[in-house]
């Protein structure tokens, strides 16, 4: 079941199945990388300095195009870096 949660930004397929398994049960497992993926950007682009991952925000999924079993701390900071690179080249 894929994640219900909007994405104004959504990685394609490549750079989903580029980040890590990961599978620990508390700390992203079955949670999605689009949405982590966004809230990394969001951050990135508004320059937070004190960034924090939510894993209890992001949306449930068990969808391959959500980042099924990848790791959504890699997703984060893959949005935080694009954001930072955003803001810098807008």
Do not use: W
Not at 22 to 41: F, L, T, V
Not at 66 to 78: C, E, I, K, P, T
Request: contains cysteine; charged residues 20%.
């Amino acid at each position: 079941m894929p994640c219900t949660n909007p994405h104004s930004r959504t990685l394609d397929e490549t750079q989903l199945t580029n980040l890590s398994r990961h599978q620990m049960h508390e700390h992203g497992r079955h949670k999605c990388c689009q949405c982590a993926y966004n809230s990394g950007y969001d951050q990135g682009f508004a320059l937070q300095e004190s960034i924090r991952l939510d894993i209890d925000a992001l949306g449930d999924s068990q969808a391959g195009a959500d980042g099924r079993h990848r790791s959504v701390h890699q997703a984060f900071a893959l949005g935080y870096s694009h954001g930072i690179r955003d803001y810098i080249n807008q």
